[in-house]
């Protein structure tokens, strides 16, 4: 698999900017995770943090899911990796677990967040609620919240990778 990763046109709209930054960070955390193996994905950071790049991935598919199924279009989407029992179990990936399962999940509710985002204006409230707040929050909110996101955790993934095999770069 090759990914293809470009930065919006600096005259784009700003929907299409926004899209394009989201785009743009999605393409970078899957170019971090490019070429390696499931054990090499699974490996944590360095003790005692359990972070790794499968980790992130699966985390950023709860977040996907989270933001544009439960809160913008107030589906009924229930966790993917973690329970009660696991509040962080994204981020505990165990050998079973397998990058082919983590990128296909990652990439369906991708997926599933563009097909919601399209239904809705950059204003337009959500339908649903955010577990820590009653308000709705505007599409335009949830992309530039998503951009800040994956851009956080790209940092991390960069420092992964670099631990992992000792690539480096952007």
């Not at 470009?6 to 929907?15: G, I, L, M, Q, T």
């Not at 999940?105 to 239904?119: K, L």
């Not at 940092?155 to 480096?168: K, M, N, P, Q």
């Amino acid at each position: 698999m090759t990914i293809e990763r470009s930065e919006p046109a600096v005259d784009a709209d700003e929907r299409t900017m926004l899209e394009g930054w989201l785009d743009y960070h999605r393409s970078t955390l899957a170019l971090k995770c490019e070429g390696l193996t499931d054990e090499q994905l699974r490996t944590a950071s360095v003790p005692p943090s359990e972070l790794s790049l499968m980790g992130l991935v699966r985390h950023m598919s709860e977040v996907e899911r989270s933001w544009f199924r439960r809160v913008l279009a107030d589906e009924d989407a229930g966790p993917l990796y973690y329970s009660e029992a696991d509040r962080d179990g994204e981020f505990h990936p165990t050998e079973a677990d397998t990058w082919q399962e983590a990128y296909a999940t990652w990439q369906s509710e991708i997926g599933a967040a563009r097909r919601n985002a399209a239904g809705f204006a950059l204003d337009d409230p959500s339908r649903g609620r955010h577990r820590f707040s009653d308000d709705p929050y505007s599409l335009r909110w949830i992309y530039t919240h998503m951009i800040e996101e994956y851009a956080r955790h790209n940092g991390h993934a960069d420092l992964l990778r670099e631990r992992v095999d000792g690539a480096t770069g952007d």
